[in-house]
């Protein structure tokens, strides 16, 4: 008969090995990791991850383990360096580039207004002098010290 605490250390042991066999990847599938999949080498690999368990390994020793053995890609969750650094940052870089394209093309507009108005007027386009310095003049300048903040 088992007892109470051997019951324990099982359902221990077996959470343990379901949550380690949740992010590794089946070799064979793909796809699935080796707790969804019932090919042989998903068998084996929950076997050994069991036993490795029962050994007294800890998880990350575990992990460590089945990644020298089967290459970085056994693994659902990829490790953060240069190599794939790239992307993990992409996102943000694409966003930050369209924002700045975003922000760049309003204010281009906002100053191209005076400009387009005055040509209408005049009915002649202007000179690039006579641009630059419409811009000057009608370009409102920068706020003086105003804080987000209330109270400061």
């Known amino acids: 008969m088992a007892t109470e605490e051997d019951v ?10 379901r949550n380690i066999s949740h992010n590794v990847r089946c070799t064979e599938c793909g796809s699935q ?9 998903a068998i084996l690999l929950r076997k050994l991850i069991r036993d490795e ?3 007294g390994k ?5 992990y460590k383990k089945l990644q020298a053995d089967y290459g970085e890609t056994i693994l659902y ?3 953060f360096d240069l190599q ?9 870089i694409v966003g930050g580039v369209a924002a700045g394209v975003w922000a760049y093309q309003k204010h281009r507009q906002r ?3 005076h400009i387009m108005a005055l040509n209408l007027v005049r ?4 000179t690039p002098r006579e641009k630059e310095t419409m811009l000057d003049v009608l370009t409102p300048p920068p706020p003086a010290n105003k804080w987000w903040w209330p109270g400061k």
């Open 58 to 62: 800890s998880d990350k020793e575990i």
């Open 123 to 126: 009915g002649v386009p202007l």
């Open 77 to 79: 969750t990829p490790k």
């Open 111 to 113: 100053t191209n207004v």
């Open 8 to 17: 324990k250390q099982r359902q221990i042991i077996e959470s343990r090995a």
């Open 84 to 92: 794939t650094a790239a992307i993990w940052l992409s996102p943000v």
């Open 53 to 55: 368990i029962k050994s």
């Open 33 to 41: 990791s080796i707790e969804d999949s019932q090919a042989d080498i």
